[in-house]
């Protein structure tokens, strides 16, 4: 026996209702499927640290999904933006040293005092297990020089305490401004190879020129 005949015309308030009810379950389970949409869109965005509801460390794949339509943006508004690859120095013996906790306290108080300095419209995410990635909207590589200042002074004012003692946190740090010539992968392999270039020279955690 099929639920609704909507064959025939509705001639009762038992096929009103029924209808009724038809329509009530269908929007019923559309809202469900955007639920489900909403969670699993929410379950990308892994997060090490929380400051608000609208602020989190984005995983690496929603990073990449987010940059693109800022890129879009600051191409159209002719606005410079920049791509930040920050690494922890000694991340391993962090955690040899105070603990298996420790790493993941030090991802979050890097992560919160880099959220101290971004802008609204700024994006941080986790990049790789001791890196971060930032996309600067609306700053050139200088300008964001300063910004990344501003944070290695933070993180010489505040130093972690994983409750193994007290110890200070040093970043390497690459800056690549986006050209609207390249790609994104450009960019960020242009950050990467001054990344590079700065842990040789080993000036991790000094000012920036």
Known sequence: MSFLDISRPIDSGFDTV???GAVITTFACMMALIL????????RLGT???????????????????????LESSLSSQQPSTIVLLNIDNFSE???KYGGKSGDQTL??????????L???????????????????GKSAQQSKTL???LLVLLKQNALDT??????VNLSIGIAEHRFSEGVSETISKAMVELQQQKRTEISSAKLA
């Open 18 to 20: 029924v209808m009724f």
């Open 36 to 43: 489900l949409t909403n969670q699993r869109l929410i379950d």
């Open 48 to 70: 090490v640290a929380n400051l608000d509801d609208s602020r989190a460390v984005l995983s690496r794949r929603a990073f990449l999904d987010s940059v693109e339509p800022l």
């Open 94 to 96: 962090i955690n040899d």
């Open 108 to 117: 979050a108080h890097v992560a919160l005092l880099v959220m101290r300095v």
């Open 119 to 137: 802008g609204r419209q700024d994006l941080l995410a986790r990049y790789s297990g001791s890196e971060f990635i930032l996309f600067i909207y």
């Open 148 to 150: 990344m200042n501003r």
């Open 163 to 168: 409750g193994r003692g007290p110890f200070q």
